[in-house]
Nanobody
Framework: QVQLVESGGGLVQAGGSLRLSCAASGRTINDYAMGWFRQAPGKERDFVAV????????HYADSVKARFTISRDNARNTVYLQMNSLKPEDTAIYYC????????????????WGQGTQVTVSS
C-alpha cells in the first residue's frame, strides 16, 4: 500500500503561483508513475499531469501546458506540481495518485489516491 498526502494548496490571486507536494509513505514511489488530477465543484475529476518513474517523461492536459510543471524527488518519496499563471478556472481540489504503469491516454488506471488539497484562485 502507498499512502499519499497532498499539501501546498491555498488561496491565491489570478496570475499567482503555488507549488503542491504529494508525500508518499508505506512504499517507495520509485516503481510508480505519479499523476495529478483535479476536481472542480460540480464537475468530474480531470487529469492534470503525469510523470513516469524516473521523471524523464511527462504529459500534461492541454489546459495547463506551459503553466504547470510536474516533477518528482524519489529520494524524498515526493511528487510536486508547480503551478504558475494561475487562473480562476484552476480552482479545484487537487489529488495525486500512483499508477503501476505510465499511461497518457484516457482512463488510465491508478492504484492509490491521496485525499486532496484545495486550490482557490480569485479573480
Amino acid at each position: 500500500q502507498v499512502q499519499l498526502v497532498e499539501s501546498g494548496g491555498g488561496l491565491v490571486q489570478a496570475g499567482g503561483s503555488l507549488r503542491l507536494s504529494c508525500a508518499a509513505s508505506g512504499r517507495t514511489i520509485n516503481d510508480y508513475a505519479m499523476g495529478w488530477f483535479r476536481q472542480a465543484p460540480g464537475k468530474e475529476r480531470d487529469f492534470v499531469a503525469v510523470i513516469n518513474w524516473s521523471g524523464g517523461s511527462t504529459h500534461y492536459a492541454d489546459s495547463v501546458k506551459a503553466r504547470f510543471t510536474i516533477s518528482r524527488d524519489n529520494a524524498r518519496n515526493t511528487v510536486y506540481l508547480q503551478m504558475n499563471s494561475l487562473k480562476p478556472e484552476d480552482t479545484a481540489i487537487y489529488y495525486c495518485a500512483a499508477s503501476a504503469i505510465y499511461c497518457t491516454g484516457y482512463g488510465c488506471p491508478y492504484d492509490f489516491w491521496g485525499q486532496g488539497t484545495q486550490v482557490t484562485v480569485s479573480s
